[in-house]
T-cell receptor, first 112, second 117 residues
Framework: KNQVEQSPQSLIILEGKNCTLQ??????????LRWYKQDTGRGPVSLTI?????NTKSNGRYTATLDADTKQSSLHITASQLSDSASYIC???????????FGTGTSLTVIP | DAGITQSPRHKVTETGTPVTLRCHQT?????MYWYRQDPGHGLRLIHY???????DKGEVSDGYSVSRSKTEDFLLTLESATSSQTSVYFC????????????????FGPGTRLTVL
């Protein structure tokens, strides 16, 4: 069964600290993996995307890694800011246009 | 939000009434999707469309129907709303004619919060 699991479910960190979010998947065949940021009351917005041949991708303070062999990905946030408070969703795409598998997200709260 | 609008943004309705949500895109993307998002669940696919008048069911399609008469519009109808359909509904679009990492990238609308009393 194609599944995407994220951990932790929620996380609270102090402003300025780093954190790492995890995503494990069992999707096959695999096309790409995306991390989305979803602010409260808004739709998800793409942060990074990686294919199986890429093992790291950065977008400012966000760095995603992918290990296609172990089917694991992580999203590392450095020097967190209050505006990083959001839900972070891992999405794995299969080989066709209708194959998108969503994790349940990690809710991140950054406190002053 | 990548040229995607949803209307209404909020709606409160009563059990048993029909409800139609609209998704409008200005990107001319071929594929459109309706998802619902509930606490404890990832986004779940209700229906999707792969062209004008071409639609298919997703994993949670019971109680929902869709129509796509124009490339830019994708309508979701709750034929007789129930309290279990209280949710946040997201429309998404994608264009698989792109190559490489652009392939299958989804862009999401701002969402519609629906409450069924």
């Amino acid at each position: 069964k194609n599944q995407v699991e994220q951990s932790p479910q929620s996380l609270i960190i102090l402003e300025g600290k780093n954190c790492t979010l995890q995503c494990n998947y069992t999707v096959s065949p695999f096309s790409n993996l995306r991390w989305y940021k979803q602010d409260t009351g808004r739709g998800p917005v793409s942060l990074t995307i990686m294919t199986f041949s890429e093992n790291t991708k950065s977008n400012g303070r966000y760095t995603a890694t992918l290990d296609a062999d172990t089917k694991q990905s992580s999203l590392h946030i450095t020097a967190s800011q209050l505006s990083d408070s959001a839900s972070y969703i891992c999405v794995v795409s299969g080989s066709t246009f209708n194959q998108f598998y969503f994790g349940t997200g990690t809710s991140l709260t950054v406190i002053p | 939000d990548a040229g995607i609008t949803q209307s209404p943004r909020h709606k409160v309705t009563e059990t048993g009434t029909p409800v139609t949500l609209r998704c409008h895109q200005t990107e001319n993307h071929r594929y459109m999707y309706w998802y619902r998002q509930d606490p404890g669940h990832g986004l779940r696919l209700i229906h999707y469309s792969y062209g004008v008048k071409d639609t298919d069911k997703g994993e949670v399609s019971d109680g929902y129907s869709v129509s796509r008469s124009k490339t830019e519009d994708f309508l979701l109808t709750l034929e007789s709303a129930t309290s279990s359909q209280t949710s946040v509904y997201f429309c998404a679009i994608s264009e698989s004619n792109l190559l490489g990492v652009g392939r299958n990238e989804q862009f999401f609308g701002p969402g519609t919060r629906l409450t069924v009393l």
